[in-house]
């Protein structure tokens, strides 16, 4: 499963990055590190792009992108603060 | 960790080093996007701001004076970045100015913008600036902002596990910049962040490596401590890479491609253990609520709604629209007030002959045709920075990428498009809002396309001359169905053309969109204002020079040569109506009767026709004629079509004149008359019919005429190969399909 399937409210933390290498490293540097917990938002009105909770601050990806970040469902909302690494960073649950 | 030794010579020592005799100490401004750097650095220079481009590239370099007790000290505003392995232009240029790789030594000093309620995505950043070991001060921006959210960071702390002095600031209201401009004057602190724990994996292929490179690095106890960084990170290593030998090269990238097989990402390694340190960091600095519903996502709920959002979308867009149309009416009529009374003063001062005329016809109309467009192109851009400013625009891109993406363009180039309504000028600088070179060349490309208002006059000239009558579906009049299908022609043409150029010459996939979404702030007056400013500004520096040769040089054409032989002797045509009225021939005007007064203005019309037909530009005009009979357009068309180059608004005027309407407005009825009434001396039927009509306003939508635009893409795209590509595809486009137009109408029997 990657984060493209991950539905809207839903957290899950990132595994394994494919993809170009030099993608691959960006994403990492914006936050997407594996073991990091995200929050999907939302979905833009045509479906794409997707708007992501990550370390903090929100960031926009298209379906393209966020099918190369292999994804474990956590924890439903509510049970997943705490799961990434950044205390109190990786998932506020009641944004 | 230094890695400042990447380029030649490179080597700032953790000390002090004073700069050469002469040159000032320079300090950069360095952070993430989004935190309020330019804000402090207004802030910090004031008005003393400096503003030119890096050397290539299209990347504005802003620069300032700060004055310290210690003496001034350069300021430079470095673009936003997320890391030292550039993915953008904008990227490579900071990394260039810190490694002094851009023909300068690197900055003496950084200061590190860091956005208090987002630090472990910011620090991320600072850390790897601090290996560079340039001394460094730290504003912890937005203090207020993330207190407004509970989250509190611990300065003192922060400052002490950094390593550097680290001052609390708000750019938006000016707290903490005079602290922060005495850490400055005080030089910062070389900085001691936590060592990075590498992957033993890691520093095993460090470890291999290190004898082989040691020459590269200056030793192997050099290469071995920096080798780890640069092994687990991609673009650090393809830097190294291209810099070795071949076979260096070689056994390099076979020692990294061993760490995939030991389960390691050898491109994400060093940024995942930077991470790591971030997190230790950011765990005993910040205190952060566990839960919150901040009035931000309250706020973007609303404005990133499906129906909302869209609904608020076009509402903005309708505004922006309503503002470039309308409200900017009163402005450039004052404008051209101005330089009316300009243009009245020169002629009273100077007598009357070719002197004036160029003056008057040639100078101040060429001046009027740069500063009438400032007003739209203010407020175009009062518009563009407050939805920067923001956070908006970045939404709106969100909203939208999707549909530009149809068309290979990204979300951001909805907003040069809508400016390209009022000018195609302010929406090709508005591109630079675009990272990617080929998407943003593909908006550069499509922007010309839509319908800006120069184009307006010739439609409504036409549409006023042949359609002012009738009715689409009973209810339409046919002239606003015209207008609009005119819109949507230039529309599609232009999504069509984007499609096309990235199927061809810019062939590739869409670059990734990783796109933030800033926090919601205010937009501050001062910051908007100095913007603005500067960009019309440019407009006027840029695009001004070339309007006002091109006007000269058609005023010219349409006035040389001065002796022409003319089919009648006009001076005895007013001496015959002087005397018919009873009026001595040499009687003042003052003197004439009221239909000596209109009969001596239909004269000087017919004159003027008569000279224009014979200036250079008739000339011209008529031999273009083959060229332009296929499309239905006569040689006077072709005089105008010759004069639009310029600006294409002044068709009108050239065709007022060539039709010895005087000096007639779109909506003359004179001129009106006079072109319905003109006939084909061949065929007998009439010049303008419906069908040229349609094949003019496509010629019009379609055509590349606009010399100032093709300037200012040279200008943008740093060379004569897009703008040349420019005025062929749209002109070739525009001829195709008039050509098709009127060809297949004539078939029809329209």
């Not at chain 2, 001496?575 to 009767?593: I, L, Q």
């Not at chain 2, 499309?631 to 065709?655: M, N, P, Y």
Request: include cysteine; glycine fraction near 12%.
């Amino acid at each position: 499963m990657t984060l493209r399937a991950t539905p809207v409210g839903g957290t899950a933390r990132i595994g394994r990055l494919t993809g170009d290498p030099a993608l691959r490293e960006r994403l990492v540097e914006l936050g997407f590190a594996p073991g990091q917990s995200v929050r999907v938002l939302r979905r833009a009105p045509l479906g794409d792009p997707v708007e992501v909770l990550v370390r903090g601050y929100r960031l926009a990806v298209r379906a393209a992108e966020a099918d190369l970040l292999e994804v474990e469902a956590a924890a439903p909302a509510g049970a997943a603060a705490g799961a990434g690494r950044g205390p109190a960073f990786g998932a506020p649950t009641d944004v | 960790m230094k890695d400042c030794g990447h380029g030649e010579g490179g080597s700032t020592a953790a000390g002090e080093p004073p700069p050469p005799g002469g040159r000032l100490r320079r300090a950069a401004l360095a952070g993430n996007p989004n935190v309020g750097k330019s804000s402090l650095f207004n802030r910090l220079t004031g008005l003393h701001q400096k503003v030119t481009n890096y050397p290539g590239v299209t990347v504005e370099r802003k620069s300032g004076r700060m004055e310290t007790p210690a003496g001034p000290l350069e300021v430079v505003d470095l673009p936003g970045s997320y890391s030292l392995s550039p993915h953008t232009v904008d990227e490579a240029v900071v990394r260039d100015e810190i490694r002094g790789l851009a023909g300068s030594p690197p900055p003496d000093l950084l200061v590190l913008v860091l956005d208090a309620s987002n630090l472990s995505r910011n620090l991320f950043f600072a850390l790897q600036l601090l290996d560079t070991g340039i001394p460094a001060v730290a504003a912890l921006n937005c203090v207020d902002a993330a207190a407004a959210e509970g989250i509190s960071v611990d300065a003192g702390a922060l400052s002490r596990l950094l390593g550097i002095p680290v001052v609390p600031t708000c750019g938006r209201t000016g707290e903490g910049v005079e602290a922060l401009r005495a850490a400055v004057a005080a030089g910062g602190a070389p900085g001691s962040p936590p060592a990075p724990a590498w992957l033993p994996e890691v520093e095993a292929a460090a470890a291999a490596l290190a004898a082989p490179l040691a020459e590269r690095f200056g030793g192997v106890e050099e290469a071995r401590r920096r080798l780890p960084e640069i092994l687990g990170s991609e673009g650090l290593f393809q830097e190294l890479a291209a810099s070795l030998p071949e076979d260096l090269a070689d056994r390099a990238r076979r020692e990294r491609n061993s760490l995939a097989a030991r389960g390691v990402d050898a491109a994400t390694a060093t940024a995942e253990a930077r991470y790591r340190m971030v997190d230790a960091v950011v765990a005993e600095v910040v205190r952060a609520p566990l839960a919150s519903l901040s009035w931000r996502e309250r706020l973007d709920r609303v404005l990133t709604h499906r129906v909302s959002g869209t609904l608020i979308l076009l509402g903005l867009f309708t505004l922006v629209f309503q503002a470039l149309f309308a409200w900017s009416g009163p402005l450039m009529d004052g404008v051209g007030a101005l330089f009316g009374l300009l243009g009245d003063g020169v002629a009273a001062a100077v007598p009357e002959g070719l002197l004036r005329e160029f003056l008057v016809d040639g100078l101040v109309a060429g001046f009027e045709g740069v500063v009438v467009f400032v007003p739209q192109i203010a407020i175009l851009f009062v518009f563009i920075e407050v939805m920067d400013d923001s956070g908006y625009l970045a939404r709106a891109a969100f909203l939208l990428d999707r549909l530009m993406g149809k068309a290979g363009l990204p979300g951001r180039a909805f907003l040069p498009l809508v400016s390209g309504f009022a000018c195609a000028i302010p929406g090709i600088m508005a591109a630079r809002t675009i990272k990617d070179p080929r998407d943003r060349m593909a908006t550069i490309f499509t922007v010309p396309f839509m319908s800006c208002s120069a184009r307006l006059p010739v439609y409504t000239m036409v549409v006023g001359a042949l359609f002012s009558e009738g009715r689409v579906f009973g209810f339409l009049a046919t002239g606003t169905v015209i207008m609009i299908s005119m819109y949507l022609l230039g529309i599609a043409a232009g999504l069509l053309s984007a499609g096309l150029l990235r199927r061809t010459v810019l062939r590739g996939g869409r670059s990734p969109l990783l796109l933030e979404l800033p926090g919601y702030r205010w937009p501050q007056p001062r910051s908007v204002l100095l913007e603005v400013g500067r960009r019309t500004w440019q407009f006027v520096s840029r695009a001004g020079p070339v309007i006002v040769v091109l006007t000269v040089v058609l005023w010219v054409l349409a006035a040389f040569p001065r002796e022409v032989d003319l089919d009648r002797d006009y001076d005895a045509l007013r001496a015959e109506a002087a005397a018919a009225a009873g009026v001595a021939p040499d009687a003042p005007p003052e003197a004439w009767t009221e239909g000596l007064r209109a009969e001596m203005v239909r004269i000087d019309d017919m004159e003027g026709a008569e000279r224009s037909a014979r200036s250079w530009a008739g000339r011209i005009g008529r031999t273009m004629e083959p060229v332009l009979a296929p499309l239905g357009f006569d040689w006077k068309i072709g005089i105008g079509i010759v004069a639009s180059f310029a600006a294409r608004e002044v068709f009108v005027s050239t065709l007022a004149v060539v039709y010895a309407a005087g000096d007639a407005g779109e909506e003359d009825e004179a001129l009106l008359s006079r072109i319905r009434s003109d006939v084909d001396p061949g065929t007998g039927r009439p010049v303008f019919r419906p069908l040229v009509g349609i094949s003019l306003l496509v010629f019009f939508v379609l055509a590349m005429q606009c010399m100032s635009t093709l300037a200012v893409v040279r200008r943008e795209t740093g060379g004569w190969k897009w703008p040349l590509l420019m005025l062929g595809w749209m002109t070739g486009l525009a001829y195709v399909g008039s050509l098709l137009v009127y060809q297949v109408g004539s078939a029809l029997g329209f």
